[in-house]
């Protein structure tokens, strides 16, 4: 299989702070831009409820997502329990003939 996008929605757990939510996100992110198989990990805020974030992320193959997932900062970021997913989207690209 080829490259992979992924578009994540996460929601900041219930009392929790949201400048540590964005503290550990942002630490997770600088992490996994280091990981061989990262083409792009970006995590963005909402604007209209900054305890909600989106992940959007480019990998080089399904493999790469799966290793990112056992990667031991992934793992102490999951630890942590500062948010939940309500949603995830794997995505590719679409290409047209002629291209």
């Not at 831009?33 to 963005?44: A, D, P, Q, R, T």
């Not at 992934?74 to 942590?80: F, S, V």
Request: aromatic share 10%; with cysteine.
């Amino acid at each position: 299989m080829g490259q992979l996008w992924i578009n994540a929605g996460l929601v900041t757990e219930e009392g929790l702070d949201t400048d540590q939510v964005k503290q550990a996100l942002h630490a997770l992110s600088e992490a996994t831009v280091k990981e061989s198989g990262c083409v792009k990990f970006e995590v963005l805020q909402h604007q209209d409820n900054p305890s909600h974030f989106t992940l959007w992320e480019h990998w080089v193959n399904s493999d790469a997502l799966s290793a990112h997932f056992e990667a031991e900062h992934t793992l102490a970021y999951l630890a942590r329990n500062l948010t939940r997913v309500t949603y995830i989207e794997k995505l590719t690209s679409v290409t047209y003939e002629g291209e």
